[in-house]
């Protein structure tokens, strides 16, 4: 059956009070709203397009691209019937997945036009480099305030078949001190959803955390690593995987999540320590300190570094930072405890 979001106010004398749903007509916002802020989704996307027109007449609501390089359809429901909501993400689905590297360089760059090529786009918002094989695969994601029991079942039909689809609900609350809210939830959990096997890939695939924690752990380095994760987690709240690296995302002015520290699992071991890399400028904003105080909070072990493929960016000082080495508990703490106020 559908997805029901409710959602309950602390009050002051302790007991709950339920907050009403609203209907404002939110699909009509939401396009807008998933523009500006793909993470209402996951942190794990970045926007490439807007009412991108496909060669078969049809026009995507938002094109997407997640930390692998796959491309992901975001189509909202708009009132449409669970046939035609249905068969417009598949008929979509289907000239996505002969995109060529090529092809999806050009829709990208048409929309980030002169804020960011694609490679360094992608590069702010995942810490890594952009793969040299795009859309391997891809998945489809309908977005809708409320969402009917035909098309639910419609969609984990098409899901068990082994196509990545999947339905994000997104509600609209008002409190009684006037402050809106919104939630949203998966019909599938996306860890499901997008779970996959991929044979011969030419790709290096992101890390999972777990996968991680065993490297950290392999290199003597696992007590290091989750007393820092476990500081920074509050911090943080917008983490990702790379292929080599777990990023820790922030919001810097009025743009999205971007890259600010990265700890690298495979450049770690005993002897040096917990390999750390961190955008200094953007640390500093993001935290509301100054640079020097940044430098004053790593660790002993460190050196000036800078994105290699940003050396020419006008943005140069975004992109220039620090590496270096995490080798006890007190460097650890010192470093959190300065970032976390």
């Given at each position: 059956?559908?997805?029901?979001?409710?959602?309950?106010?602390?009050?002051?004398?302790?007991?709950?009070?339920?907050?009403?749903?609203?209907?404002?007509?939110?699909?009509?916002?939401?396009?807008?709203?998933?523009?500006?802020?793909?993470?209402?989704?996951?942190?794990?996307?970045?926007?490439?397009?807007?009412?991108?027109?496909?060669?078969?007449?049809?026009?995507?609501?938002?094109?997407?691209?997640?930390?692998?390089?796959?491309?992901?359809?975001?189509?909202?429901?708009?009132?449409?019937?669970?046939?035609?909501?249905?068969?417009?993400?598949?008929?979509?689905?289907?000239?996505?997945?002969?995109?060529?590297?090529?092809?999806?360089?050009?829709?990208?760059?048409?929309?980030?036009?002169?804020?960011?090529?694609?490679?360094?786009?992608?590069?702010?918002?995942?810490?890594?480099?952009?793969?040299?094989?795009?859309?391997?695969?891809?998945?489809?994601?309908?977005?809708?305030?409320?969402?009917?029991?035909?098309?639910?079942?419609?969609?984990?039909?098409?899901?068990?078949?082994?196509?990545?689809?999947?339905?994000?609900?997104?509600?609209?609350?008002?409190?009684?001190?006037?402050?809106?809210?919104?939630?949203?939830?998966?019909?599938?959990?996306?860890?499901?959803?997008?779970?996959?096997?991929?044979?011969?890939?030419?790709?290096?695939?992101?890390?999972?955390?777990?996968?991680?924690?065993?490297?950290?752990?392999?290199?003597?380095?696992?007590?290091l690593y989750d007393d820092l994760v476990d500081r920074l987690d509050?911090?943080?709240?917008?983490?990702?995987?790379?292929?080599?690296?777990?990023?820790?995302?922030?919001?810097?002015?009025?743009?999205?999540?971007?890259?600010?520290?990265?700890?690298?699992?495979?450049?770690?071991?005993?002897?040096h320590g917990l390999k750390f890399q961190?955008?200094?400028?953007?640390?500093?904003?993001?935290?509301?300190?100054?640079?020097?105080?940044?430098?004053?909070?790593?660790?002993?072990?460190?050196?000036?570094?800078?994105?290699?493929?940003?050396?020419?960016?006008?943005?140069?000082?975004?992109?220039?930072?620090?590496?270096?080495?995490?080798?006890?508990?007190?460097?650890?703490?010192?470093?959190?405890?300065?970032?976390?106020?």
């Amino acid at each position: 059956m559908p997805t029901a979001i409710k959602i309950w106010e602390v009050t002051a004398n302790g007991s709950l009070s339920a907050i009403p749903n609203t209907r404002i007509n939110l699909e009509e916002q939401l396009e807008t709203w998933l523009e500006q802020d793909i993470s209402i989704i996951s942190s794990d996307y970045m926007v490439i397009g807007r009412q991108v027109s496909t060669d078969f007449g049809g026009v995507i609501d938002l094109l997407c691209l997640d930390s692998s390089g796959d491309i992901v359809v975001v189509e909202l429901k708009r009132g449409k019937t669970p046939r035609e909501v249905t068969a417009q993400a598949l008929d979509y689905a289907s000239w996505v997945t002969d995109l060529s590297h090529q092809r999806i360089t050009e829709i990208a760059n048409d929309y980030l036009r002169e804020r960011k090529p694609l490679e360094t786009a992608f590069q702010v918002t995942f810490g890594d480099e952009l793969p040299e094989t795009l859309n391997e695969g891809h998945s489809i994601l309908i977005v809708a305030e409320s969402m009917d029991s035909s098309t639910e079942r419609i969609v984990k039909y098409l899901s068990a078949q082994g196509i990545r689809i999947n339905v994000l609900t997104v509600q609209h609350y008002s409190g009684e001190d006037g402050k809106e809210l919104v939630a949203q939830t998966f019909m599938i959990e996306p860890s499901e959803a997008t779970e996959k096997v991929r044979t011969g890939s030419k790709r290096r695939q992101s890390l999972t955390r777990e996968q991680i924690r065993v490297i950290c752990d392999g290199k003597g380095m696992a007590e290091l690593y989750d007393d820092l994760v476990d500081r920074l987690d509050s911090v943080f709240p917008s983490k990702a995987t790379t292929a080599s690296s777990l990023a820790f995302r922030g919001k810097i002015g009025n743009g999205g999540a971007r890259v600010i520290l990265s700890l690298l699992p495979f450049d770690s071991d005993a002897n040096h320590g917990l390999k750390f890399q961190v955008y200094t400028k953007r640390l500093a904003e993001y935290i509301g300190i100054s640079t020097e105080r940044v430098e004053s909070l790593l660790p002993a072990s460190h050196e000036t570094w800078t994105y290699w493929a940003a050396v020419n960016d006008p943005d140069i000082d975004l992109w220039i930072g620090f590496q270096g080495f995490f080798k006890t508990g007190e460097e650890v703490a010192k470093f959190a405890d300065g970032i976390s106020g």
